[in-house]
Each structure stands twice: as structure tokens, then as C-alpha cells.
């Protein structure tokens, strides 16, 4: 069975993307609203969830910019669009450490 991007429609959905303001985060965020999602962008960067929220919204689909912890991400979607269809976990700290000096503070920043 042949499909394309035609077959993958999210009209209608609310989609929540963490790490959203940029790099791979983005990238999921612009192809979700191209696929007619409503996307929440979330990030710790004020001017990049601005900008990706900008772009969606410029494609004819509503968009949410947060900066937050993405912890409280899900009420705060459901609270602006009342659902959530669906998470992209994209959120992450790019630590360019060599691996026999991480220190445990910088571990456990990792992970939280």
C-alpha cells in the first residue's frame, strides 16, 4: 500500500511539541500544522516558540507559544485548547561535555 503525506491528516488535532523552538522540535511543530494540527510550541526561549508559532499561524492553523517548564505543558494545553491529541517529547539539553566530565549536577540537568 502506497501512501503519502495526503494520507496523514491532523485536522482537527491539537498537538503539543516540547523542544519546539528549535532543530528537530521545529521541524515536527511546522510538519504537524502542515498536516492541520493545532500546535502548542514549547520551549525555554521566548523568541523561538514566537517564531514557530508565527510560521504555523502563517500556514492558516492556530498556534500557542509557552515558555515553560514541560512539566505543566499538558494544563496548559488542555486549559487553551481543551484536549490533547497528541505529545512530541523533542525537549532535551544539548550538553557537549566529554563523557568522564559530566558531573552529577550536570547528569541529573539531563534528566530532569
Known amino acids: 500500500m502506497s501512501s503519502s503525506i495526503q494520507d496523514f491528516s491532523l485536522v482537527g488535532k491539537i498537538a503539543l ?15 504537524l500544522a502542515q498536516a492541520g494540527a493545532g500546535v502548542v510550541v514549547a520551549s525555554r526561549t521566548q523568541v523561538q516558540v514566537e517564531e514557530v508559532a508565527a510560521e ?14 514541560v512539566r505543566r505543558m499538558e494544563d496548559e494545553t488542555t486549559s487553551e485548547f481543551g484536549r490533547l491529541d497528541v505529545l512530541v517529547n523533542a525537549a532535551g539539553v ?11 549536577e550536570l547528569w541529573d540537568r539531563s534528566w530532569a
Do not use: C, F, H, M
Open 56 to 69: 504555523i499561524r502563517g500556514l492558516g492553523r492556530r498556534a500557542l507559544a509557552v515558555v515553560a517548564d
Open 94 to 104: 544539548n550538553q557537549r561535555t566529554p563523557s568522564l566530565e559530566v558531573t552529577s
Open 17 to 31: 511539541v516540547t523542544g519546539g523552538g528549535q532543530g528537530l522540535g521545529r521541524g515536527v511543530a511546522r510538519a
